[in-house]
């Protein structure tokens, strides 16, 4: 079965740092692109920032020269790497994974979610 698990959340002040992580477990032969989406209280879930198997990413105007997003294809892991945080920046995180391929199944996922929130 693929679960994606993620680490890292937690209360940061302004300005500060934290790495978020998210790994995939399972019995997984390729993962296409993996990603984070938030969602704020009372909005809905938007995009951070994605990476593919070959290493392009993308990310949303609003954290554009603050995070980074890079990936360990060996660990089926994915990092967010989240600096000069600010109070909009609080969410909870969601990790996401699509096209992947299990020997038990197949298809998209997400991770149960992890708090970050930026306050002082």
């Known amino acids: 079965q693929v679960q994606l698990v993620e680490s890292g959340g937690g209360l940061v002040q302004p300005g500060e740092s934290l790495r978020l992580s998210c790994t995939a477990s399972?019995?997984?032969?390729?993962?296409?692109?993996m990603g984070w989406y938030r969602q704020a209280p009372g909005k809905q879930r938007d995009l951070v920032a994605t990476?593919?198997?070959?290493?392009?990413?993308n990310y949303a105007d609003s954290v554009k020269g603050r995070f980074t997003i890079s990936r360990d294809n060996a660990k089926n892991t994915v990092y967010l790497q989240m600096n000069k945080v600010k109070p909009e920046d609080t969410a909870v995180y969601y990790c996401?994974?699509?096209?992947?391929?299990?020997?038990?199944?197949?298809?998209?996922?997400w991770g149960q979610g992890t708090q970050v929130t930026v306050s002082s």
């Open positions: 996401y994974a699509d096209s992947v391929l299990a020997t038990t199944e197949s298809g998209d996922f």
């Open positions: 399972g019995r997984i032969f390729t993962i296409g692109t």
């Open positions: 990476i593919t198997n070959g290493g392009s990413s």
